[in-house]
């Protein structure tokens, strides 16, 4: 499969892509590892003008522990966050998420975080080729006023299939976003848009710096469905997060469900989630209630979209949470 | 769009070369320098027929463009072998019956040679997950992973093995 035409940059530090960025705006793409921007362009999805390398900014490539925060490098790749030990012992849904993400020979190596939480939405009557495309009128992320997914919509239903984001959002992360000249912090939580065409609430001359996620002794897990343990992207996935109290230390403070590829975003179940708060570590009724309020709250949200049946992908989210809730409760 | 003259390192040698900023490492390999050992099945990422490595590391030639590989050490499967002699793990693949077809092979040989400079002595379930992103619709893998195996650590009663005969 060829690849369209575009001009290549190489830009040599962060001030030399912010200017590029800057400059060139929606007509550039920022390319980091590729395995998923490539991709959509081979498919003719995507025909940016520029390319905008991260190749030689090393300085977007690190894990540090830093003012009680991890923070990572929106270039670092997959394959080092998996051997993060810090990761592993405070964000060890993210540690989980990364190992699932593709597979070792494909994406653990040259794809990125960065790049896995800006990774487009996806809908199996899009991403398709020219010429799957070009026997339909164009859905809505084509350009056009039709849903396949779900009739009658009046804007498109893409599917966030990202597992670093359910991860992340479970894990109360934050972006650094920078700009020529700026620089702006954004609660994972708030950087969806809920559109399904530009689904992350991002400029097109801004570039992701780092994540920053707290290090505050919650414990978390991560669970997801695909149809192959490699390769596949997950077609239902959960992130849970539970922090025990510092005055109890057998009862939980605060509780984050978070149920991914259901929707056009990852779902923070904020009612579920605060349901177990005050409940103890050990308390399976309670996280079988949670789990099942998950259920009913995310299942609103999906479309038949990503593969699988809805029912069966729904069904599947209760234990999910309640498998992510019981293994995060009982980490050491 | 213009071309662009780069120097790639592939197997110790190096290639200087004219390409366009969309040609991919695999398109350069193969159209440009006759190295049609990796091979292009879907080209998007999942089959792993064009697996290379890049500085030691398993990566997909066909999501990589030929600018990013520039400075990179690339190996392709026509590197694993001395002048005239097969790598242990080619000899094992052939040994093990693990090839029907051959066109998966180049990329699984990829995948797992840099398996085994990783972890010389991998247990089943590594050398599966090693060979995940690889996909082959002969073998059934079962061959496959003795094959792997075998490079590893070479049993005395390996039952398959063809090279006692």
């Known amino acids: 499969m060829l690849l369209p035409g575009f001009d290549y940059l190489d830009p040599k530090n962060l001030e030399e892509a912010l200017d590029l960025l800057a400059v060139h705006k929606e007509d550039a793409k920022v390319l980091a590892g590729g395995t998923d921007l490539l991709v959509r362009m081979k498919k003719g999805l995507l025909a940016p003008k520029v390319l905008i390398s991260l190749k030689s900014l090393n300085e977007l490539s690190y894990i540090k522990e830093e003012a009680g925060c991890i923070k990572i490098g929106a270039r670092t790749p997959l394959a080092d966050i998996i051997a993060s030990g810090t990761v592993q012992d405070n964000a060890r849904a993210l540690s989980q998420a990364c190992e699932k993400i593709g597979a070792i020979t494909m994406q653990h190596y040259r794809g990125t975080i960065g790049g896995n939480i800006l990774q487009d939405n996806r809908c199996h009557h899009y991403n398709q080729s020219d010429f799957h495309r070009s026997g339909h009128q164009a859905c809505h992320k084509n350009g056009g006023k039709i849903c396949y997914a779900r009739e009658n919509a009046d804007r498109c239903n893409s599917t966030c299939q990202s597992d670093g984001s359910t991860a992340l959002m479970a894990l109360g992360a934050k972006l650094v976003l920078l700009s020529k000249g700026h620089e702006r912090t954004v609660d994972l939580d708030k950087f969806y848009t809920a559109d399904g065409i530009m689904p992350h609430d991002m400029e097109s001359h801004e570039l992701l710096k780092d994540i920053i996620i707290p290090i505050n002794g919650a414990r978390s897990a991560y669970r997801r469905l695909a149809y192959r343990s490699a390769i596949d992207y997950p077609i239902v996935c959960a992130g849970v997060l539970v922090r025990p109290s510092d005055s109890q230390k057998d009862r939980i403070d605060e509780a984050r469900i978070v149920v991914g590829a259901m929707g056009r975003a990852p779902l923070f179940l904020a009612q579920a989630s605060s349901s177990l708060k005050g409940k103890k570590l050990d308390d399976t009724d309670a996280f079988r209630k949670a789990a099942d309020a998950s259920m009913d709250s995310a299942a609103t949200f999906a479309v038949h979209n990503v593969g699988s049946t809805l029912e069966y992908r729904c069904s599947m989210i209760s234990p999910l949470v309640l498998q992510g809730l019981k293994e995060a409760a009982s980490e050491k | ?165």
């Open chain 2, 1 to 165: 769009m213009e071309k662009i003259e780069i120097t790639l390192n592939i197997n110790d040698n190096p290639y200087e070369v004219m390409i366009y900023p969309n040609d991919t490492l695999l398109d350069v390999l193969r159209d440009k320098l006759d190295l049609t050992g990796s091979k292009e099945s879907c080209g998007e990422g999942v089959c792993g027929s064009c697996t290379v490595h890049m500085d030691g590391k398993p990566v997909r030639a066909c999501l990589t463009l030929a600018m990013e590989a520039q400075g990179a050490k690339i190996k392709t499967v026509e590197g694993l072998a001395n002048v005239d002699e097969l790598s242990n793990l080619q000899q094992s693949f052939i040994d093990h019956g693990a090839v029907q077809c051959g066109f998966c092979t180049p990329g699984m040989l990829m995948s797992a040679d840099a398996l085994l400079r990783e972890n010389p002595n991998p247990d089943e379930k590594a050398i599966r997950k090693a060979l995940a992103g690889n996909i082959c619709r002969c073998t059934g893998y079962a061959k496959i992973v003795q094959a792997v195996a075998h490079a590893a650590q070479p049993q005395d009663d390996c039952c398959d093995c063809k090279s006692k005969e």
